[in-house]
């Protein structure tokens, strides 16, 4: 017992001292730490002095490697953005008092396909704009159709382009555009009875959706061919097509043409737009 009093004795002399002094414990306690602070701030700016002193050369260079547009980056990047739309040559054809015209363009990315709008230029004046769009890695023709002094017209001007990236391309492509033309006949002027005087030809197919969709609109490009030149273009555009619909088409030329002797009929719709199917 005599043991444990002096124990009991010891604890409430010790707490009664550390009571006592506990401010002043404090104080020295912050003192010791601020002196700590002071001390380690001074030696880390001795050593940013001197290392500023023996590297300024090579810390300069970090910071210029820092701040510089790392070229391999910008290349890299480069490759990753889609290449622009090529622009071919231009044909005009005269139809009537006017002329229609049309313009290669050709896209080289794979992955990428395009929305733009689009005019030619005629003189000082540009035509009024169009909406026009181009698959990946496709290659196409833009119409301008009826236009006076469209046998001047300079250039193909591109605008607003938006573009958009379809990896899955290929198998979209397989399953949507399927199209079969058959039964191609073109009538001349003759061939319908109107005489060589009235310039007025026809030429009549067939088309079948072959596909799983039903589409708003699908417009058709013709292009009549006297040998190896194209002879005169126009374009027809089917509504409410239908999967597995067959629908007859006839598209008139109201101008003198030479003996055709084949055609090109190309189907053009966005099958990348999913606004272009009827939903049901």
């Known amino acids: 017992m005599v043991n444990e009093d002096k124990f009991y004795e010891k604890q409430i002399g010790f707490s009664y001292w550390y009571v006592k002094h506990k401010l002043l414990l404090k104080n020295i306690l912050t003192v010791v730490l601020t002196v700590i602070i002071i001390l380690l ?31 391999d980056y910008q290349a890299l990047r480069q490759l990753s953005l889609p290449q622009p739309i090529q622009i071919g040559q231009m044909q005009s054809f ?8 049309i313009a290669e363009i050709a896209n080289p990315n794979q992955k990428w396909w395009a929305s733009f709008n689009y005019q030619f230029q005629i003189g000082q004046e540009l035509t009024a704009k169009r909406q026009g769009f181009i698959l990946p890695g496709q290659r196409k023709n833009l119409f301008g159709l009826a236009l006076e002094r469209g046998n001047l017209a300079s250039q193909l001007v591109l605008s607003d382009v938006s573009w958009e990236k379809e990896i899955n391309f290929e198998n979209l492509y397989q399953e949507r555009y399927r199209f079969d033309i058959k039964e191609t006949e073109f009538l001349s002027a003759r ?32 292009f009549l061919k006297a040998g190896n030149q194209i002879a005169a273009v126009n374009q027809i555009v089917l509504e409410s097509f239908l999967s597995g619909q067959t629908r007859e088409s006839a598209v008139t030329f109201f101008q003198a043409l030479p003996r055709i002797t084949s055609v090109d009929i190309i189907p053009e719709v966005n099958i990348l737009d999913e606004n272009v199917f009827l939903r049901f």
Do not use: C, H, M, W
Request: hydrophobic residues 45%.
């Open 41 to 71: 701030a001074a030696y880390n700016l001795y050593l940013l002095v001197f290392n500023l002193a023996i590297f300024q050369d090579d810390y300069q260079q970090i910071i210029t490697d820092f701040t510089t547009p790392n070229s």
């Open 94 to 101: 005269a139809n009537r008092d006017k002329y229609d015209i």
């Open 191 to 222: 061939e319908l009875g109107v005489g060589e005087e009235i310039p007025v030809n026809r030429l009549i197919f067939k088309v079948v959706n072959e596909s799983a969709y039903n589409f708003r609109n699908v417009n058709f490009l013709v």
